[in-house]
Every structure is written in C-alpha cells, then in structure tokens.
C-alpha cells in the first residue's frame, strides 16, 4: 500500500507507469543504435542489413497471414505477398543454383527442424559435429537441450574431429560409421557445417559413402551462406549434399530468418514439413527482406564474399604475429568469415569477452578443441570468436583488420584503459556507417528511425 501512494509523486502528472516503461523500451533502442554505430562488431554469426532490406521488414507485410504455399494460401488478401514469395524463392534457386527453396523457415534452427521432420523420426540416429568441434546446439543431444535431441528424439553421434588440423576425420569417421551400422544404429541423418567454422567441410569425400548407405547428408550453411553464394567456400549442393540449410543473417545480407534448399525430389517432404509442421505465419515482412537481400547477394555477393575471407585472413595474420594464439595455424587460420583465438594463456574466454566489450569491441565467448577434455564449460571456454562479416559490410579491408587486431591485443594482453580503446574504436567507425554492396544505401546503416 505505502509503495502504491508512493508512485504517484515519482511520476510527472499524467504519466502511468505503462507510458514510462514504453519511454524506457525507446530509450533503450536508441543507446543501442547508438553504441553499434561507435563499437567494432565482431559476432560471427550476426551482420548488418541495407536500409532496402529494413524497409521491407517495417512494410504492412508484418501485419499479415499467408499461411500455405503462394497460389494456395489459407486466407485471402495474399495478392501481392504471393507476387514476393515467388519472386523470393526464383531469387534463392539462382544464388544458390537449387531446384527448390523454401523460404518459409522462420530462422535457421527451424530449417533444421525441418530438415529432421522431413527425413528422419524420432528415435533415428544422426551424426553431427560436437560442440567444441564446431557443432551447432540444433544439432545436440537431448541432455544438453540441444534441438534435435530434445525436439525430435534424434538419438546424437558426433564425428571423430583432428583438432590439429582443426577438421573432421573422414576415415575415422568412415569407421565410425560402419561400426553403428553393424550395432544397427546406422544414421538416418549425416549433418555437415557448423558455428565454429574455419575451413570447408569434407562433403565430397563423405557423400558417397553416406549416399550408397542411404543417409540424409544435410548441410548446415548458417554461417557460410553468404560465402557459398559468394563463390568463396565450398559448394555443398555440387559436392552432393542433398539438402542444405542456413540462416539468412550472417554471411548473408539478410534479416534474421531460415532457408531451405534441395533438389525437386525433396520439395513435398521439405513442404509439409514447414507448413503446417512448424510454422503458422512465416514472418512475410522477412520473407520479403530475405528477396531484397538475395538480388543483393546475386549483384554484389562475389565482391563481398572475397572481401570477408581477406579481411579475416588479415585478421587472424595480425593477431598471430601481435602474439596471440589463433587456431587452424597449420592450415593458414581461416578460409571463412571466422577467426577463433585461444586466450587461455590470459584469461578465460568470459573474462575476455567482458573486458573487450568495456571497450566496444564485441566478441563471443567459444568453446574450442580440448576444452570439454580439460573440464571448461561455455561459460569459461578457452576461446573466443570473432567475424568480420559486419565489419566488411561497413567497407573495412586489411588496413583495419590491422588496427583491430592491435586494439584487441592491447586489452588482452595488455589491459589497455576500456575509455581509451574505446574512443579508438570510435575513430576508427567514422568512416564506416554506412552498408556497402547494396543497390541504394544513403541511410547510415544504424540510423535510428523514428515513425512516431
Ligand atoms: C546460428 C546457427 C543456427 C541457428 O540459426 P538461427 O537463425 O539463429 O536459428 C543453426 N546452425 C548453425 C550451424 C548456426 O551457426
């Protein structure tokens, strides 16, 4: 009762405590446009969209229904939403050279799901990679809440991986898999890709032998899409993959959303399963930023793509020969948009993740190759990760890689001043506000854009 006399004298006249919580939500959204246009975004798994790609995402589409396949919708009012799906889904076929797309998936996992509802049942086993080998927790077992353990029931193998050479064994795994057979636990899935994801996966080399034993090979493109697409990594659908999944945000130039590729034989299996199994609406204003983003991929995604592979090739050069412990060293770093540092010998992964982000650089912790073995968790993993797909988009190139990789250096192993590195990082983000490899882009790429 005291507190509810209270509240009125804390509040200007007129104001509920709805009209504040809703000023704070705006508040909030502002520091954080603001905070993403002075620091140096380093996720790999995020990227920063065009301004044609948000103007979709704010359009009327948001608001509707399309449930069902364009031409066969569940509702009426779909005139122009199927004009967008179709031309959306003509647009993944051809940058991903595909016989069919599902466009549907509201974000990756979900296009995994698809893939598992599709193609297995619960109880079937799937091979994946683990965790620290550069598996995706939608690939995990079910007592670790992973998705297809827990969601579906899949029953997890993981790959023998060689931690040298920062891959997955193929003749171990060969072996591996003969030995389930002959336990009668032969997969029903093989799925390839991952999140920690230096240097192509052996796709070619395992497809025969997965497709003579009649196993599913997915291929889980999240991260390298937008390399694949690009030309600048493997190409998982030429090297007989039968499906591939992926997230459209990042190495892709999209909003947060799934996909689904595949030939025509997989279309009705892959369909059913996206609707109605795991989606009512399937976020239309994403579907229509996810076609923007595709005709930007197929104009602009070679440049782009060799770009990201440079930078965090450069990246992980400098921060080798700053002193720092980059994995994949035998096999040059890095093939893709990633760059994963063992930091131990400083501090745990979460220490060092917090102390770059008091200075505006922002990374993620990474559980790496011989963490589980040493008994770390994700909390304190021995690495982080970082991605240059966002600082590329800006139109960063080596000169930069060079720079951050000295800023990163000063915090880690020096414990250089938080305020000092971050007033270097806003320095360095002057010139660099605005998405490039876009069609039109005069909006700086964090402009906060107020309707109200
Ligand atoms: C990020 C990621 C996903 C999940 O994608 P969302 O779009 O976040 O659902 C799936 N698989 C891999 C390998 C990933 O890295």
Known sequence: MASARRRPAARPAGRSRAREAYARVFGALRDHSRLFSEAIPLIASENIPSPAVREALLSDFGNRYAEGWPGERVYAGCEHIDRVEVECMGLARRLFRAGFADVRPTSGVVANLAIYSAFSDPGDVMIAPSIPAGGHISHGKREHAGTAGLVHGLDIEFYPFDADEMAIDVDAT???????????RLPKIAMLGGS????????????GFFRSRKVHVNYDAAHVAGLIAGGKFQDPLREGADTMTLSTHKTLFGPQGGLVLGSKSHAEAIKRAVFPGLTSSHHIHHMAAKAVAFAEAI?????YAAQVVSNARRLAEELSSQGLR???????????HQV???????ADGGA?????????????????????????????????RLGVSEVTRLGM??????????????VIVDGADAARTRRAARELRKGHQRARYCFEGRRGAYDYVRLR
């Open 326 to 336: 980059v994995l994949g060293e035998r096999r040059g770093f890095t093939e893709s």
């Open 340 to 346: 994963a540092v063992d930091v131990w010998d400083h």
């Open 352 to 384: 060092v993740e917090r102390a770059l982000e008091r200075a505006n650089i922002i990374v993620n912790r990474q559980l790496i190759p011989g963490d589980i073995r040493a008994g770390r968790n994700y909390m304190k993993p021995g690495g982080i």
């Open 174 to 184: 060969k072996k591996k898999v003969r030995a389930l057979k002959a336990a009668r």
């Open 397 to 410: 190139r080596g000169g930069e890689m060079a720079e951050i990789a000295r800023l990163i250096r000063s």
């Open 196 to 207: 920690l994801f230096l240097f192509p996966h052996p796709v070619a080399e395992l497809s």
């Open 299 to 303: 104009e602009f995604g070679r440049k």
